[in-house]
């Protein structure tokens, strides 16, 4: 499995954001795949996922109520979307995919087998 997340840049203060994470070599019907990110000098902080049912998970963060996770089959490729940035949301994005059968999103970023590059966000105020 292969990842590709793209979509970053820099954007101003209350602008949003979607971004892109197109996989290969496995059908997100395989797949979970979740969204990390990591800000200069802190820790991983696991964002939202999505099962291999399609089914979203959104636990309790600085980014619940302003973020989506969807997916388009078709183009296997899973989006990331966040409203309302803000400065502290400056930050390198990463997906990350797994093959575990179960529908279990985990928010362990070592749980998971794949990662993509990362796609670094940029908010000015």
């Known amino acids: 499995v292969q990842l590709q997340a793209s979509g970053g840049g820099l954007v101003q203060a209350g602008d949003s954001l979607r971004l892109s994470c197109a996989a290969s070599?496995?059908?997100?019907?395989?797949?979970?795949i979740s969204w990390f990110r990591q800000a200069p000098g802190k820790e991983r902080e696991f964002l939202t996922g999505?099962?291999?049912?399609?089914?979203?998970?959104y636990p309790p963060s600085s980014v619940k109520g302003r973020a989506t996770i969807s997916r388009d089959d078709a183009k296997n490729t899973v989006y990331f979307q966040m409203n309302s940035l803000q400065p502290e949301d400056t930050a390198v994005y990463s997906c990350?995919?797994?093959?575990?059968?179960?529908?279990?999103?985990?928010?362990?970023?070592?749980?998971?087998?794949?990662w993509g590059q990362g796609t670094l966000v940029t908010v000015s105020s």
């Open positions: 990350a995919a797994d093959e575990d059968s179960s529908e279990t999103v985990m928010y362990n970023g070592l749980q998971y087998e794949y």
């Open positions: 070599g496995r059908p997100l019907t395989h797949l979970i």
């Open positions: 999505i099962t291999r049912s399609g089914r979203s998970i």
